[in-house]
């Protein structure tokens, strides 16, 4: 999803008319993706912070966070580091509403960019 967002952040700066879209990628593993660790990642994903955001937070506010999008989150209860989750991408409004939510990992960024722009 990364590298998605990644092509998205580029053609969102080259496109005027998407100036007002944000990106935000949420970890469900916040013992190892610590602030500290996610503020690397997006370095290396060059993610320009006016444009990305990465968040993580407490276990149980962002599980509670991701099931209201529909992804499910199983933790191994011997390692907290082993987690299985299914992927949702989401469009929301400017004024907060949900617009579109994607499905796994099959969309492409121009679909998105598509949609952005509806």
């Given at each position: 999803?990364?590298?998605?967002?990644?092509?998205?952040?580029?053609?969102?700066?080259?496109?005027?008319?998407?100036?007002?879209?944000?990106?935000?990628?949420?970890?469900?593993?916040?013992?190892?993706?610590?602030?500290?660790?996610?503020?690397?990642?997006?370095?290396?994903?060059?993610?320009?912070?006016?444009?990305?955001?990465?968040?993580?937070?407490?276990?149980?506010?962002?599980?509670?966070?991701?099931?209201?999008?529909?992804?499910?989150?199983?933790?191994?209860?011997?390692?907290?580091?082993?987690?299985?989750?299914?992927?949702?991408?989401?469009i929301?409004?400017?004024?907060?509403?949900?617009?579109?939510?994607y499905?796994?990992?099959?969309?492409?960024?121009?679909?998105?960019?598509?949609?952005?722009?509806?």
């Amino acid at each position: 999803m990364d590298r998605h967002f990644a092509t998205i952040q580029k053609a969102l700066k080259a496109d005027a008319s998407l100036k007002g879209v944000r990106l935000v990628t949420v970890s469900f593993d916040p013992a190892t993706d610590t602030p500290a660790v996610l503020k690397r990642h997006a370095k290396t994903l060059e993610a320009d912070p006016t444009r990305w955001t990465f968040l993580t937070g407490d276990r149980d506010d962002v599980d509670r966070f991701a099931a209201r999008f529909g992804v499910s989150i199983s933790r191994a209860p011997n390692d907290p580091r082993d987690i299985t989750h299914n992927l949702r991408t989401a469009i929301i409004n400017a004024d907060g509403t949900l617009a579109k939510v994607y499905t796994g990992n099959d969309w492409t960024p121009d679909q998105v960019l598509a949609d952005l722009k509806k």
